[in-house]
């Protein structure tokens, strides 16, 4: 693959999956809305989506949308970034796992 013309794509895809306790989701989802919404608001942001993964009520996949590779740093440094996430880390289950893809020019 060509890793230049990867680097230029101009947007990319984050697939994060979080795993909390199915007890918890109820107790966490503040947390995620607030973090969604503030999120969305984020210079660059196409979009911002949470899905659930129907086996794992636990599994928590947020899927987001960037103009650019640029706009991630910014984002997490954000307060509602690093508020919301300090707050989910303590119901985590166990670590989590973030993909940043960028499309294959096909």
């Known amino acids: 693959l060509n890793h230049q013309k990867m680097e230029a794509a101009v947007m990319i895809r984050v697939v994060a999956n979080n795993y909390f306790k199915e007890e918890d ?3 966490i989802m503040p947390y995620l809305k607030a973090l969604a919404d503030g999120s969305r608001t984020d210079e660059g942001n196409i979009s911002y989506n949470l899905y659930v993964n129907p086996k794992d009520k636990g599994n928590i996949v947020m899927i987001e949308e960037w ?12 307060e509602h970034f690093t508020k919301n996430v300090a707050a989910l880390n303590e119901y985590k289950q166990k670590d989590g796992t973030i993909q940043v893809l960028i499309p294959l020019d096909i």
């Open 67 to 78: 103009e650019s590779p640029d706009n991630l740093k910014p984002h997490g440094a954000k």
């Open 25 to 27: 989701v109820e107790k």
